[in-house]
């Protein structure tokens, strides 16, 4: 059975940094993707950034230039790592991490960051 546990959240002050690890667990083969989504109260799912087995990161707009996304393939853990926060960036963050000829769906439990002063 794959677990996903996410790290990292946390409170932070507005301009401050965080940086999320999502570490991967169990029989999990021929990973596809793997990314970070985020949900704010009363808003839906939204994805921050995913990046592909070749190391490419895809990032929403709203986090371009201040968010990076990296992997550790030998670990099967994903980081986020989160500058410049603003306190529209307080959500719950989510991993995943697609696999299996993109036919597995993985979901993290959700860690907690809130930028606030």
């Known amino acids: 059975q794959v677990q996903l546990v996410e790290s990292g959240g946390g409170l932070v002050q507005p301009g401050g940094s965080l940086r999320l690890s999502c570490a991967a667990s169990?029989?999990?083969?021929?990973?596809?993707?793997m990314g970070w989504y985020r949900q704010a109260p009363g808003k839906q799912r939204e994805l921050v950034a995913h990046?592909?087995?070749?190391?490419?990161?895809n990032y929403a707009g709203s986090v371009k230039g201040r968010f990076t996304i990296s992997r550790d393939n030998a670990k099967n853990t994903v980081y986020l790592q989160m500058n410049s926060l603003k306190p529209e960036d307080t959500a719950v963050y989510y991993c995943?991490?697609?696999?299996?000829?993109?036919?597995?769906?993985?979901w993290g439990q959700g860690t907690q960051v809130t930028v606030s002063s």
């Open positions: 995943n991490i697609v696999s299996g000829g993109w036919r597995n769906d993985y």
């Open positions: 990046i592909t087995n070749g190391g490419s990161g």
């Open positions: 169990g029989s999990i083969f021929s990973i596809n993707r």
